[in-house]
């Protein structure tokens, strides 16, 4: 009876362990390239920062909560979709236009986005912006799917 009890909490373990190491990380760091980046990702969020000041989180001011569930999909043919999914703003938005990536930059609708780290569960873009003689820097993150 031990035997059994022993041999059947060694498969248990055995096979929890086989379903727990096969498992991929949401987190799992992927090279920046074009296959890559084709996905579809969702605003997580914005931060900024200037000079001498802490980052804020800036999502609430820049994002209606009826844009935080829409997608951002990026195709392999260069083409950018942008769909306003889930809760519907009003007016309704959407639109198409073109991306491009070229060493660490990629590039929507003619803004330049420094790509700062790409998973398989995110993608982290960051930005520079001269506002009122300050350079501001800007972090998005984005749930990618």
């Known amino acids: 009876m031990k035997r059994t009890f022993t ?13 727990t190491a096969c498992k991929k990380s949401s987190n799992d760091v992927l ?9 579809t990702y969702t605003i997580i969020s914005v931060k900024a920062k200037a000079p001498n ?8 001011s820049n994002f209606d909560a009826c844009e935080m569930d829409d997608q951002i999909i990026l195709k392999n043919d260069f083409t950018a979709t942008y ?8 007016p309704v938005g959407g639109g198409s236009d073109v991306w491009a990536y070229n060493n660490g930059i990629l590039t929507i609708a003619g803004e330049d986005f420094t790509v700062k780290s790409l998973t398989r569960g995110t993608l982290v873009l960051e930005q520079t912006a001269n506002i009122s003689g300050f350079v501001v820097t800007v972090t998005s993150t984005y749930r990618r799917y």
């Open 83 to 90: 769909v306003d999914a889930g809760t519907q703003c009003s």
């Open 31 to 39: 090279t920046v390239t074009k296959d890559n980046l084709a996905a």
């Open 7 to 19: 041999k059947f909490l060694v498969l248990a373990l055995l096979a929890v362990t086989s379903f």
């Open 53 to 60: 000041t802490p980052e804020q989180d800036v999502t609430s």
